[in-house]
């Protein structure tokens, strides 16, 4: 990597750890770890000395990587769940102005669906 792609690099990597530190105080109890995580590898990535040893900084890379897609991963996994749940409100009562209409309405979803009557044949 030349002086001037590394220099780029490193940019991209404070800008997205700027961005981690607003995450980091958004985000609830249950995930400040993994922000921890997440921005503990990214500033990793800020140092020359990175940049002497290849192997070094892909090994680095890959870190950051998985714990972002870590991250990714629980948190959509939880927003999936929490779009799951049913969510219960009042009793159940209903109004007495409408309550024999719905008890109407029970009734006829019990007779099930109406036939047609058939023609007779001649």
Known sequence: MSPEE?????AEVR??????????????KEDQAAV???????????SDQVF??????DR???QAADAVK????????????KGNEVLLSGDGDVPEEF?????????SLSKGPEKPEKP???
């Open 6 to 10: 590394a220099r780029q690099f490193r």
């Open 36 to 46: 921890a995580d997440m921005l503990k590898k990214l500033r990793a990535l800020d």
């Open 99 to 107: 309550r024999k209409l719905v008890e109407q309405y029970y009734k």
């Open 60 to 62: 680095l890379q890959a």
């Open 15 to 28: 800008q997205m750890a700027t961005a981690g530190e607003q995450l980091r105080r958004t985000v609830g």
């Open 52 to 57: 002497k040893d290849p192997a070094q900084f």
């Open 120 to 122: 007779e044949k001649k």
């Open 70 to 81: 870590r991250f990714e991963f629980n948190l959509r996994r939880r927003a999936e769940l």
